[in-house]
């Protein structure tokens, strides 16, 4: 069973939202940096883009362009989750100790799944694309 997180911006569903992903060290000096463009209420309001740091429990923890399926959750007729947004993974049916979560990551074109020690948003930045948009927090 998946369970939204609240506290993190609702990805954009549209199938032109852009995403990154900055893979580093994984640890609490340098995190994984996965940068996606929000929902937006109207086509004319700026596009932008939620910052969500995270640190996993190791080497090996992020997989991208997850196939996992997990029950009660709706996918499409290719395999993706019809729902985006942010999940932590019951422990009933993810692998990951009492030390980290099993987060699901569905984006409109991407699902990544991670086993992560923590996740926090930490800035939502107003840019043309994802890259820019983590370029500038990079800067700041």
Same mark, same amino acid.
Do not use: W
């Given at each position: 069973?998946?369970?939204? &997180? =609240? @506290?993190? !911006?609702? !990805?954009?569903? +549209?199938?032109? *939202? $852009?995403?990154?992903?900055? %893979?580093? @060290?994984?640890?609490?000096? *340098? =995190?994984?940096?996965?940068?996606? +463009? #929000? /929902?937006? $209420?109207?086509?004319?309001? =700026?596009?932008?883009?939620?910052? #969500?740091?995270? &640190?996993? #429990?190791? =080497?090996?923890? #992020? @997989? ?11 996918? $499409? +007729?290719?395999?993706?989750?019809? +729902? ?5 993974? /019951?422990?009933?049916?993810? @692998? %990951? ?6 987060? &699901? ?7 990544i799944e991670l086993l992560a020690h923590s996740f926090e948003c930490k800035k939502v930045i107003v840019a043309t694309s994802a890259r ?7 800067? $700041?």
């Amino acid at each position: 069973m998946l369970t939204e &997180v =609240p @506290e993190i !911006p609702s !990805p954009s569903a +549209e199938h032109n *939202s $852009d995403y990154a992903l900055l %893979c580093v @060290e994984g640890n609490s000096d *340098s =995190p994984h940096i996965l940068v996606y +463009e #929000i /929902a937006r $209420d109207f086509l004319s309001a =700026p596009r932008s883009f939620a910052i #969500i740091e995270l &640190v996993t #429990i190791g =080497p090996g923890a #992020i @997989e991208l362009d997850s196939d996992n399926q997990y029950d009660a959750v709706e996918y $499409d +007729e290719s395999g993706a989750m019809v +729902e985006t947004g942010m999940f932590v993974v /019951a422990s009933a049916e993810g @692998e %990951c100790d009492a030390a980290g979560q099993h987060i &699901v990551v569905s984006l409109a074109l991407q699902r990544i799944e991670l086993l992560a020690h923590s996740f926090e948003c930490k800035k939502v930045i107003v840019a043309t694309s994802a890259r820019s948009a983590l370029a500038n927090y990079l800067m $700041d």
